[in-house]
């Protein structure tokens, strides 16, 4: 445990609230994702004399991967300047995966995928996904409220990374702004992919010691689980398996960015949900994964042997 979840840890004993969450329409001014004056060389991690702020070096590191990563650093892009950049469209029945300076980019051939399933079969794909969330022992730490429209937001998402429009785009320009107070200290969170996963690791649902810690693998494999199960359970897999086929290789490109040893993992994720006792096992465990504490390097090892080396977009042939 590092001294910023120490500390953390003390004040929430002694009944200190570090982190709160509120809403606003007004507060603009106040907003901030960083200090307001100069960090000096070393006190990087250390908590604010002023205010008492801190986040731990880990999570401000995080952060920064987050913001510099080539997808949502185009996400911000398209936020301002609602441009949607097509690749060409496929030759032949098998879409490859177009990765430009390590952005996914949508073609004409994904946005007919989505055009095939439909907005609405999108939308039961991602409400049945955070419903099994929502009772997951171990991902429901990660969301703060159940009442945030986490689903039809996600189905947004998916649609116009494929090329299906702008519909996230759209729904943020409206969205309600939504806070998180460190102290005495104002972030906006939730209003994009990396404030919404930043707002995640600082849950209050999460234990003290935990708070502020990044997705591990196991956090992404549970993750990718439970969303390849409510594909297969809303009949993505027998009625469009085009779309899974290219779907499963998008999620191996968008996992690695909150966890990188996560996408070999992809294809095993898919596959559990196909096995009944697997569903099976995981009720009796009152819906925990068995993957949970388990060592990553030595899990990678049960994997195939053409799985262990894929690395999602990275990868030879993604």
């Not at 996600?154 to 806070?179: C, D, M, V, Y």
């Not at 290789?249 to 596959?271: D, L, Q, V, W």
């Amino acid at each position: 445990m590092d001294w910023a979840r120490s500390k953390f840890f003390s004040m929430k004993s002694a009944g200190f609230k570090a982190v709160k969450w509120s809403s606003s329409s007004t507060k603009e001014g106040a907003v901030s994702s960083k200090a307001p004056h100069p960090i000096p060389p070393g006190k990087e991690n250390m908590p604010c004399p002023i205010n008492g702020m801190f986040l731990s070096k880990e999570a401000e590191e995080a952060k920064n991967d987050l913001e510099n990563d080539p997808d949502i650093v185009k996400e911000k892009q398209h936020f301002s300047e609602q441009a949607l950049v097509m690749a060409p469209m496929a030759s032949n029945s098998f879409i490859p995966m177009q990765v430009i300076h390590g952005a996914h980019t949508p073609s004409e051939a994904t946005r007919r995928l989505v055009e095939k399933v439909g907005m609405e079969k999108l939308r039961r794909f991602t409400a049945l996904f955070y419903e099994r969330c929502f009772v997951d022992s171990h991902l429901d730490q990660f969301i703060a409220e159940h009442s945030e429209p986490h689903a039809e937001r996600f189905a947004n998402w998916i649609a116009e990374k494929l090329g299906f429009g702008t519909p996230w785009t759209q729904e943020r320009r409206s969205r309600p702004k939504k806070f998180m107070h460190f102290g005495d200290e104002t972030m906006q969170v939730s209003h994009d992919r990396s404030t919404s996963h930043f707002a995640a690791w600082y849950s209050p649902k999460r234990e003290a010691q935990q708070m502020g810690q990044k997705f591990q693998p196991e956090d992404a494999r549970n993750w990718m689980r439970l969303h390849f199960w409510a594909a297969r359970e809303t009949g993505l897999y027998d009625e469009h398996p085009d779309f899974m086929g290219y779907y499963e290789r998008f999620i191996g490109h968008f996992i690695s960015i909150y966890s990188s040893k996560s996408p070999p993992f992809t294809r095993e994720s898919a596959r559990w949900s196909a096995d009944p006792e697997n569903l099976q096992r995981y009720h009796q465990a009152g819906n925990r994964m068995d993957i949970l504490g388990k060592n990553i390097d030595q899990e990678l090892l049960l994997l195939p042997a053409e799985e262990r080396t894929y690395t999602g977009s990275r990868h030879a042939n993604p």
